[in-house]
């Protein structure tokens, strides 16, 4: 029976991955007759259809706590804890309209995520070159503004090797503070176990998401950076050990 179940999970893995190749390529040639005018439209049902079937095909189960911010189409920054290669699936399938995200330069190669990260008009970064980093961001804020668009970021960078939430890098914050746009923190627990790293499948399972309340960053300076990003940190460590404790996970507060 164990057999027979991995079996059934790996054939599910496979269909959603070529869901989500026939839905970017499908994508792609809407983009090209289009000339990409209706990318915005199109990428927040596009990606919610996706990540719920999937969701389901994969045998999880998704609650939603908070109030989800989707009335109005504003440019605002989400930012998400990392724990597993699930958390795409996930994102997709709480994504608002109009959403971007930004993400490493390496993806520009890697099929079919280069083709729908150009049909669906997101933002590359090179990581390792802190002035043009910066400067994708002023570019990203400014594009954000005129189309009212949200943009989704993993402040950690990296996935979490042992379920628990890393330090954040600054660029989800330098983004929102340059460009003076409300960050939303979202928190998603329950997908390191659902799908450790390295793991090829993932197990079925509950997972929880929870909108935390937004943070304006109207009145912001630069100098207290680091003090905003702790309280941020902390906000969304919390609710994280709370959703673990719900869904009576190991407790990992150390």
């Not at 189409?73 to 709480?94: G, M, Y």
């Not at 943009?151 to 939430?165: K, Q, W």
Request: hydrophobic content about 50%; glycine content about 6%.
């Amino acid at each position: 029976m164990e057999l027979l179940s991995r079996a059934s999970r790996l054939v599910r893995t496979v269909l959603v991955f070529k869901l989500f190749i026939l839905a970017m390529v499908g994508l792609a040639l809407f983009s090209v007759v289009t000339l990409r005018r209706y990318s915005d439209r199109v990428s927040g049902p596009l990606l919610r259809w996706w990540g719920r079937v999937s969701l389901r095909l994969l045998g999880l189960t998704m609650e939603v706590q908070g109030a989800r911010p989707f009335a109005a189409r504003v440019p605002r920054v989400f930012i998400v804890n990392h724990l597993s290669t699930l958390d795409v699936v996930v994102a997709s399938a709480i994504c608002p309209d109009a959403f971007s995200c930004v993400g490493k330069r390496e993806l520009r190669w890697v099929f079919p995520f280069n083709v729908g990260w150009w049909s669906l008009r997101l933002y590359y970064i090179d990581r390792k070159n802190h002035e043009s980093a910066l400067k994708t961001l002023d570019e990203a804020a400014a594009d954000m503004v005129a189309r009212g668009r949200t943009v989704m970021m993993a402040p950690e960078g990296t996935r979490s090797l042992d379920g628990r939430m890393g330090p954040f890098k600054k660029g989800a914050f330098h983004l929102a503070l340059r460009a003076r746009l409300p960050i939303y923190p979202i928190v998603f627990a329950g997908l390191s176990e659902a799908m450790p790293k390295g793991a090829l499948v993932p197990r079925p399972g509950a997972i929880k998401v929870r909108f935390l309340p937004p943070v304006e960053t109207r009145d912001w300076r630069p100098e207290e950076l680091n003090a905003r990003i702790a309280e941020i940190h902390g906000a969304m460590d919390r609710a994280y050990h709370e959703l673990r404790d719900e869904l009576g996970l190991p407790d990992l507060r150390a």
